[in-house]
């Protein structure tokens, strides 16, 4: 691949990795099935969670809390070119959430996920889109409530 080329696929998968995130906390979670191939997945094998399909994920993404906030901070995104049409990624997220939230400002908390992805992407017709997308949760606790005694 020219180096541009390299470049522009490396972009094009950091793009998918923060519109995913966006799509997820600001817009509409069920669109980040648009994100991935026909038969992407998205699994959490500690979980054994495994959804697989357009069809699968928008209902699985769409299905969030509607009174959910929030937040995932995304960084040490590092994507690896392996050919013209398939890349590899690993970035580390941090997730602040509560439920319940209706309106204003959320006193601050400690976050409720610690981990990274780890994703594959194909490009299918000069459109790079995320293949699977695993995630690895080392730090994780319960949603908040902002109401609630402990929040």
């Known amino acids: 691949m020219a180096p541009i ?4 696929a490396e972009r094009a998968c950091e793009r998918l ?6 799509r997820l906390d600001l817009g509409d979670p069920s669109s980040v099935a ?14 054994g969670r495994l959804v697989k399909g357009r069809d699968a994920l928008r209902a699985y993404f769409g ?4 009174d959910r906030l929030s937040r995932r901070m995304m960084s040490n ?5 392996e050919s013209p049409d398939t890349a590899r990624a690993i970035s580390y997220f941090t997730t602040y959430r509560v439920d319940g939230y209706d ?4 006193p601050p908390g400690p976050p409720v996920q610690v981990g990274h992805y780890e994703d594959v992407f194909h490009r299918t017709d000069g459109t790079w889109l995320l293949a699977s997308r695993t995630l690895h949760l080392p730090f994780g606790g319960p949603t908040r409530r902002p109401n609630s005694p402990s929040a």
Do not use: C, M, Y
């Open 77 to 81: 995104v590092l994507v690896t070119v």
């Open 34 to 47: 648009e994100l991935f191939t026909e038969e992407g997945v998205w699994q959490w094998p500690e979980d």
């Open 63 to 66: 299905s969030r809390p509607a």
């Open 103 to 106: 309106g204003g400002i959320v």
């Open 17 to 22: 990795i923060l519109d995913f995130v966006h």
């Open 5 to 8: 080329e390299h470049l522009l």
